[in-house]
């Protein structure tokens, strides 16, 4: 269960007054008359889980676990932020368990990149996950047709064929007809969920899977985040995050600070930022998307927090109980004066550098603070978390009175690199 | 040599109406009659250069390097942010040569990190670098006791003496006692110089040379930099991007969106945030530094910029020679329609998508952007860049009328904190 604590805030905001709007956003969204309701699957889909590829999902990745060292996942975007967010922040930034490890490439033009990742190939057991709705996306066709040549020289075209799977649309497109000409092992992105939305369909599930993750517990933390925040409740801590966010958003925050404690979370950061800033960037509106790992970086943006522009306002997540935890040891001779802390936990530390901040930022340096609670960080709760932004991120755009789910301004560079790259 | 492109900005500032004001700050900066003037030491610090230190750090550089096979560097903020900037942009994230491994602890209090990177060095051969100017500074000094304990277990108090390199001040603190004490090899930070603009010191130069880099060859980037730079010439690129920044600041841009297309560069991002945030971010006044990398986050934060608020400004980094390149090579079946690209290099591509990108923000979107150009990503460039964002940010604050060199909101939390952890 997320909770959500405003504690920290200069003002609460009017809920009440937005009672209306929130039934009527709720409504909308489960009778599909709002704008994007073509792009609704998400919302229902823990509901409606297609429980035979959830076992061929399982199934492949068993064999990709048992075959290879490595996955090269090759998307962009919502293609592949969903799946590298969950795998960081389950397995951390040095996972115990090595095998197999994730990849990911086609998310860049980097030539030093891109070189680097296929040097680090050369020789080793690998497997594909090529994810991409048309095919036509250049980073990830680039990177595939080099990463797949590459598996070619060193195993045959043959085996090749048995270790690449495409994730892409179920009836058109550019890798849907090449996967089929090739053979290869194909998973289908669902039409009516955007990139994304798409963490709980095989665009994120295969790779999870793969990294050794459960993925039924993550379905089913997504489950109970369908329960608990799928409704109009004023209550709910998801509406009451995308209230919250707007009142801050009318009183001109337009600067969102995503802050964690643990820094195995800055990918779901990332997601996170694609999440809201490409729902909600629209019209010349929405709230700018950016995060922070603190401690770390109090040494780092802290002061421009606690003195600069008086810009922006911070959403906490605060998880109870760590992944590992470390007990501060006692040294006879004291030498480095941290005797004090001795028998302490680490993350007791953790926890009261948090309170101090919440302290300075919001009572000193008088910064709205939203604290969203966790209590821990299993695969179940984590699913629950990303089912819990997907709906607030959605309320929120509602509630800016944007379709959360196109982006049109993403074409617009697109366009102009086909014209300079001579693209027919 | 740097050069800045003003022509994707949407009005060019009235540079001459600053030249006052900049000669003033020159001026200012040279007698030491500014604010902050005690913290001056790395303006002119590549004309100062100790060479019996360089030859010491590059000595003790190549003795861990032939003793172990990681060097666990402990430090936090300005501590290791440089360090850290150097060795990824210019060994890359995936670096060819693997050894010594560089790993940055005692920037965090979370405890799976920490319990993550003692796993992983359980076994292994290492050295440590402890790098903080009192030694008080929590997070190091906790991280530097279960590392240090960690290295005694594995071979013993007095081998364990011979692989800790500290860091510190000349004449006194924690760390610089303990050292005294335990016999540890010691490097000093300069009195006159903060962490923020210390990576030309000792604490950016012994990880650097431990990784494998030529520090003479950074240290004459960093005087071509202060030939080029340190100067009231308002056709000099830092002066340029000084003024800009503050023209755009003063039109309520407030948001610095710092660009580049390399993926290897996020830590030097993370530097250049640090930088500018800590240095303006006061008196509530500032420009908020952020970063992206595009083309990956362009399909992520791309949306908001092409059309959300209009809150920011872009500063793209043009790196116009790659490190690695690679080729785009034919396919006889085409199957993914990329052959229109056959022939061309990846880095041509990525420049399709910068240029492509200028346009669409620029021109469509109505987004300033300026550009910044270097010929490429060598040691020496990279040396100058760094000297090149120290003096235009040391400019950009005086502008504000604000001390560059202070960073008292930092205290806040760490007051509350030790409250809350019950120090004395």
Redesign the interface.
């Known amino acids: 269960m997320i909770r959500i604590n405003l504690d920290y805030l200069k003002e609460q905001p009017q809920f009440d007054t937005y009672q209306e709007r929130i039934k009527k956003i709720h409504q909308g969204m489960n009778d599909l008359s709002l704008p994007g309701n073509d792009f609704l699957g998400w919302a229902t889909l823990p509901l409606n889980l297609d429980h035979n590829e959830i076992e061929q999902i399982k199934k492949t990745a068993q064999e990709i676990r048992s075959r290879v060292d490595i996955l090269v996942v090759v998307g962009?975007?919502?293609s592949y932020?969903g799946a590298r967010a969950v795998i960081e922040a389950l397995n951390?930034?040095?996972?115990?368990a090595k095998k197999p490890e994730i990849i990911f490439l086609g998310?860049?033009?980097?030539?030093?990149?891109?070189?680097?990742?296929?040097?680090?190939l050369q020789g080793k057991k690998f497997a594909i996950n090529v994810i991409s709705k048309s095919?036509?996306t250049?980073?990830t066709?680039?990177a595939?047709?080099?990463v797949r040549?590459l598996l070619i020289s060193q195993v045959g075209k043959d085996a090749a064929r048995n270790l690449i799977v495409a994730t892409t649309d179920k009836n058109k497109g550019?890798?849907r007809?090449?996967s089929l000409?090739?053979g290869y092992q194909m998973f289908v992105l669902p039409e009516n969920i955007g990139?994304r939305y798409s963490v709980f369909t095989p665009v994120g599930l295969l790779p999870i899977a793969v990294a050794g993750i459960n993925i039924d517990d993550l379905l089913a933390g997504a489950l109970n985040g369908y329960q608990r925040y799928n409704n109009a409740d004023l209550e709910s801590a998801a509406n009451r995050y995308a209230i919250t966010r707007n009142a801050l958003y009318q009183a001109n925050k337009?600067?969102e600070l995503f802050v964690t404690?643990?820094?195995?979370l800055h990918e779901l950061q990332?997601w996170f930022?694609?999440l809201f800033?490409?729902s909600?960037?629209?019209?010349?509106?929405?709230?700018?998307?950016?995060a922070a790992?603190f401690?770390?970086d109090?040494?780092?943006?802290?002061?421009?927090?606690?003195?600069?522009?008086?810009?922006?306002f911070e959403t906490i997540l605060n998880i109870k109980q760590?992944?590992?935890?470390?007990s501060?040891?006692h040294?006879d001779?004291n030498?480095?004066?941290?005797n004090?802390?001795a028998g302490?936990?680490?993350?007791e530390?953790?926890e009261?550098?948090m309170?101090?901040?919440l302290?300075?930022?919001s009572h000193?340096?008088r910064v709205n603070n939203i604290i969203l609670e966790i209590p821990d960080l299993t695969t179940k709760t984590l699913g629950e978390l990303l089912y819990f932004f997907m709906y607030a991120c959605a309320v929120s755009s509602y509630l800016l009175e944007v379709n959360p789910f196109d982006?049109?301004?993403?074409e617009?560079?697109?366009?102009?690199?086909?014209?300079?790259?001579?693209?027919?």
Do not use: C
Request: net charge neutral; glycine share 10%.
């Open positions: 962009i975007g919502g932020l951390g930034l040095r996972p115990l998310q860049t033009f980097s030539s030093t990149y891109t070189a680097q990742v296929l040097s680090y095919g036509t250049t980073e066709s680039i595939f047709r080099l040549n550019v890798l007809n090449l000409k090739e990139g337009k600067v404690y643990e820094p195995q990332e930022k694609q800033g490409e909600e960037g629209k019209e010349h509106q929405g709230i700018f998307p950016t790992t401690s770390t109090l040494h780092s943006l802290g002061q421009f927090i606690q003195e600069g522009s008086p810009l922006l760590p992944v590992l935890n470390l501060i040891p040294d001779d030498l480095d004066e941290l004090y802390l302490k936990t680490l993350n530390v953790n009261k550098a309170m101090g901040t302290e300075a930022h000193t340096g982006q049109p301004g993403v617009v560079y697109k366009k102009n690199m086909f014209k300079l790259l001579g693209k027919k």
